[in-house]
T-cell receptor
Framework: QKEVEQNSGPLSVPEGAIASLNCTYS??????FFWYRQYSGKSPELIMS????GDKEDGRFTAQLNKASQYVSLLIRDSQPSDSATYLC?????????????FGQGTTLQVKP | DGGITQSPKYLFRKEGQNVTLSCEQN?????MYWYRQDPGQGLRLIYY???????QKGDIAEGYSVSREKKESFPLTVTSAQKNPTAFYLC?????????????FGAGSRLTVL
């Protein structure tokens, strides 16, 4: 079992729809979780971080964390073609501020006009 | 502008040669990391360093070496012992503070072995 798992997709949604990206993790000691967006051939950029159970909203993005189920998700409302990218979920291994980030394989999102 | 600079952006290597990828940051970050990304895959940690003159192996350190002689610099050498070095290499840094470990990435170096 991979430490952080994502469905590689591609996930295809029409423009204006809600895109739902999911991630599970196996290390119950993980405390912090991140969503990075990566355009083809480019480096990842941080779009959301979440540390507590529940929802965290930032503009069109909402991150959801359920530590009991070891599940993290990212919702993108009003999806735009510019959101088409690979989304990487990462879990910070162990507690404390020096824990290493472990990445999932990424989910490719395609938003069709 | 503050950021992370990786060079070269593209590099071609013959089998049996060592190559060194440069990573420099001016963010005054404490920690630096090297990740490897293969097509359709996530990032895998090669080495990381939280302080000058100290570094630790990540999950796939075999065939790689690093040094951290300055806070700003964390070069990665891909040695001839690395069996399949063709990949996209990403350097990252973070400011160690209470809470989470938020990474900032460089633009990446794409290594191709001929």
């Amino acid at each position: 079992q991979k430490e952080v798992e994502q469905n590689s997709g591609p996930l295809s949604v029409p423009e204006g729809a809600i895109a739902s990206l999911n991630c599970t993790y196996s290390d119950r000691g993980s405390q912090s979780f991140f969503w990075y967006r990566q355009y083809s051939g480019k480096s990842p950029e941080l779009i959301m971080s979440i540390y507590s159970n529940g929802d965290k909203e930032d503009g069109r993005f909402t991150a959801q964390l359920n530590k009991a189920s070891q599940y993290v998700s990212l919702l993108i409302r009003d999806s735009q073609p510019s959101d088409s990218a690979t989304y990487l979920c990462a879990a910070q291994r162990g507690s404390g501020n020096t824990g290493k980030l472990i990445f999932g394989q990424g989910t490719t999102l395609q938003v069709k006009p | 502008d503050g950021g992370i600079t990786q060079s070269p952006k593209y590099l071609f290597r013959k089998e049996g040669q060592n190559v060194t990828l440069s990573c420099e940051q001016n963010l005054n970050h404490d920690a630096m990391y090297w990740y490897r990304q293969d097509p359709g895959q996530g990032l895998r940690l090669i080495y990381y360093s939280q302080i000058v003159n100290d570094f630790q192996k990540g999950d796939i350190a075999e065939g790689y070496s690093v040094s951290r002689e300055k806070k700003e610099s964390f070069p990665l050498t891909v040695t001839s012992a690395q069996k399949n070095p063709t990949a996209f290499y990403l350097c990252a840094s973070s400011l160690i503070r209470s809470g989470a470990n938020v990474l900032t990435f460089g633009a990446g170096s794409r290594l191709t072995v001929l």
